[in-house]
């Protein structure tokens, strides 16, 4: 990854390349205040699990950052992008129409979440699943464990071109996608999306790249070999424990 990014930086600093730059990681006080917020206490407990400091500065948000984030479920990352990018910045979490019909309540949560005014930046909207669209461009778009979901019935059956290319839309040029997912068996492809709730690294990978995104990057910190993609991420025996990948696509800055 470090390649990666090395060649990321040589890019941008080219003189031809008079173009957007990608946002500077969160500083440590940034994030070590924004994790330590009283405010979200109860969240806290989660935290190691979920590789809160890793994920976030994997994201590249700062003070002043406009986040999308969709199907947030109960704003864990929310109100840690809130208290990162700060009275500056936005987070729009993005509710499909039809995951709410399927989950109901949890926009309404998050709403009354947003209504207090230590979490004023957050904006709450519902939209139907296949007309992704954001008020102004954003620097991140994140979505956690729920990039399968969009090709499922229960979702309308969402084309992930027809996604990947709103979220394309969505960013302004240099920003990122970042996707947490279950992972599938290798060359399983969508298969799985809707019964075990998994999907293929390799098959979301190939969709991103395909609407014009460079991949720029895998963070490993939520990755299990033990795990063997064969059950349900709801079977007990598993659950909190899936293999899960991280990925982060870049929009191009031309």
Not at 36 to 48: E, F, G, I, L, T
Not at 82 to 111: C, I, M, N, W
């Amino acid at each position: 990854m470090r390649h990666t990014l090395f060649a990321v930086l040589i890019a941008f600093a080219l003189p031809a390349a008079a173009h957007a730059q990608p946002a500077a990681p969160a500083a440590p006080g940034t994030l070590s205040t924004a994790l330590n917020d009283p405010a979200r206490k109860s969240d806290a407990a989660n935290d190691a699990r979920r590789k809160v400091v890793d994920v976030i500065a994997f994201t590249e948000i700062k003070p002043g950052s406009r986040v999308l984030e969709l199907i947030p479920g109960g704003g864990y990352f929310s109100r840690v992008f809130s208290a990162v990018v700060g009275p500056q910045g936005h987070v729009y979490a993005v509710f499909p129409t039809a995951y709410e019909k399927v989950e109901p309540g949890f926009a309404d949560k998050l709403r009354e979440v947003a209504k207090q005014p230590h979490y004023g930046n957050i904006e709450v909207m519902l939209q139907p699943a296949d007309k992704l669209t954001a008020p102004a461009p954003v620097d991140l778009v994140f979505t956690s464990q729920n990039y399968h979901d969009y090709p499922d019935k229960f979702m309308g059956s969402v084309d992930p071109a027809v996604l990947n290319k709103q979220v394309f839309d969505a960013l302004r040029p240099g920003g990122l996608f970042v996707i947490i997912d279950h992972a599938a068996q290798a060359g399983s492809g969508m298969r799985d999306t809707d019964t075990l709730h998994r999907i293929d690294p390799a098959i979301v990978k190939q969709q991103v790249e395909a609407a014009g995104f460079v991949f720029d990057g895998e963070l490993n910190v939520l990755r299990n070999t033990t795990d063997a993609h064969t059950k349900q991420v709801f079977d007990k025996s598993i659950r909190g424990q899936t293999d899960q990948f991280i990925y982060r696509f870049r929009k191009p800055a031309a």
